[in-house]
């Protein structure tokens, strides 16, 4: 089993930057995929960034390219959403998740490959 325990949201004003912790532990092998996503009330969960463990190899989701960057440190098994310039639309509960079959796609033939997700936490991007 994996666990997936994120860090780091809270209140920010409209340009600032915070960033979120993902830190994994169990029983965590092979050419996974760790990722975060968002999701806000009345709306479908979506893709926010992914990284490849082995390769390193990132992608990003349209409405982020360019102020978001998602890093690992093998060391301590975590994943990090340094969120830059942030707006208003930001606003959501950003969740970690592992996909073992080393691929980003979430669609819905693909949303179960992501077997593994955090608790969530909160981002708000106010003034």
């Known amino acids: 089993q994996v666990q997936l325990v994120e860090s780091g949201g809270g209140l920010v004003q409209p340009g600032g930057s915070l960033r979120l912790s993902c830190a994994a532990s169990?029983?965590?092998?092979?050419?996974?995929?760790m990722a975060w996503f968002r999701q806000t009330p009345g709306k479908e969960r979506a893709f926010v960034a992914g990284?490849?463990?082995?390769?390193?190899?990132?992608d990003y989701g349209d409405s982020v390219q360019g102020r978001f960057t998602i890093t690992r440190d093998a060391n301590q098994n975590s994943v990090y959403l340094q969120m830059n310039s942030l707006k208003p639309e930001d606003t959501a509960v950003y969740y970690c998740?592992?996909?073992?079959?080393?691929?980003?796609?979430?669609?819905?033939?693909?949303?179960?490959?992501?077997?593994?997700w955090g608790q969530g936490t909160q981002v708000t991007v106010s003034s």
């Open positions: 998740a592992l996909n073992r079959r080393g691929t980003f796609s979430y669609t819905p033939s693909t949303r179960g490959t992501w077997e593994f």
């Open positions: 169990g029983s965590i092998f092979g050419n996974y995929v």
């Open positions: 990284i490849i463990w082995n390769s390193g190899r990132t």
